[in-house]
């Protein structure tokens, strides 16, 4: 395995004359749309280290979930995060696959920080060929000195207001927001990184329906330090989309259950039964996905 931006180099500066590169997130551009211009570098990518047996499992519960948005319902979809490329695999092989998937692909709207776009511009590059609404996430904000980062805490105030004023039009105008509730790629030195953020949360308490989706396979394997050194591998990757799920009831079903064993946070114990439900689908999906 070698590094994305020395196998695919030229590809890459090839893109990036395509590419917007509006890095700098401020509170008046949190809603990016997609720029069309660059996905056919990334596909042409996917295309070559995607092998047969690739595909999407489960599209009719994707379809439903996008009828009930269209009808004005709002709607996520909750999916595990393993690489940089898991939004790019899961709108190519929707769009590869399946007949309506250039529909299905479209309405997706992903939740992504800041750090995709501000790190480095050869991942911004990449990060733009989706449409993404843009917030502060969390884990950026710990470690701030709050005299110190004054101005950086004030910034990710403003930017995290305009995201959420932007969700709020968004999930009710026929879109499927996509969150990955991990908040993080899944480091395999670090265990905790595959455990669910507590203000997914406040998602499920203002969501109507969402669907889990496990992701298996990867063809771009993260690595210690820049994103740009993730390295790329052939693999076989498979999509696995679950049924439409109430969120209310499944937020009440989590809650009572932590209080009846006696924990306290039901916040994260409710983000921690959707771990536990993306954990479920991913090893059965394994258990059937074909090995190179």
């Known amino acids: ?67 009930k948005a269209k009808e004005g319902h709002s709607c996520l979809l909750l999916v595990e995060h393993y690489s940089n490329f898991d939004l790019p695999s899961i709108s190519y092989l929707l769009r590869k696959e399946l007949p309506d998937g250039q529909e299905l692909a479209d309405a997706i709207v992903a939740i992504a920080g800041l750090k995709l776009n501000e790190s480095n511009p050869v991942v911004a590059a990449f990060t733009e060929a989706y ?25 990710s105030n403003a930017i995290n207001r305009a995201a959420m004023k932007t969700l709020n039009e968004v999930k009710v105008s026929g879109k499927l927001i996509l969150v990955f509730p991990a908040g993080t790629r899944f480091r395999p030195w670090d265990p905790e990184s595959k455990r669910g953020v507590r203000e997914i949360d406040s998602y499920i308490k203002s969501f109507e329906y969402f669907c889990p989706i496990a992701i298996n396979g990867e063809v771009l394997r993260i690595q210690p330090g820049d994103m740009a050194e993730d390295q790329v591998t052939q693999d076989v990757v498979r999509i696995t ?52």
Request: aromatic content about 4%; some cysteine.
């Open 131 to 155: 449409t993404r609404i843009v917030i502060y996430p969390s884990r950026s904000l710990q470690g701030l000195d709050p005299e110190k980062d004054r101005a950086e805490i004030i910034r």
């Open 241 to 292: 989309i679950g049924p439409v799920t109430s969120c209310a009831e499944f937020r009440e079903k989590a809650r009572a259950e932590a209080e009846a064993a006696g924990v306290e946070d039901k916040k994260q114990a409710t983000v921690d039964k959707i771990m536990e439900l993306l954990e479920q689908m991913h090893r059965e999906a394994e258990s059937r996905r074909p090995k190179v």
């Open 1 to 67: 395995m070698k590094p994305i931006s020395a196998v695919y180099r030229d590809r890459i500066m090839q893109m990036m004359g395509k590419a917007r590169l509006d890095t700098v997130v401020t509170e008046n551009n949190v809603y990016q749309e997609a720029n069309k211009a660059v996905l056919p570098y990334i596909d042409g990518i996917l295309e070559e280290l995607m092998l047969p047996g690739s595909g999407v499992d489960g599209a009719e519960h994707l379809r439903e979930l996008l009828q």
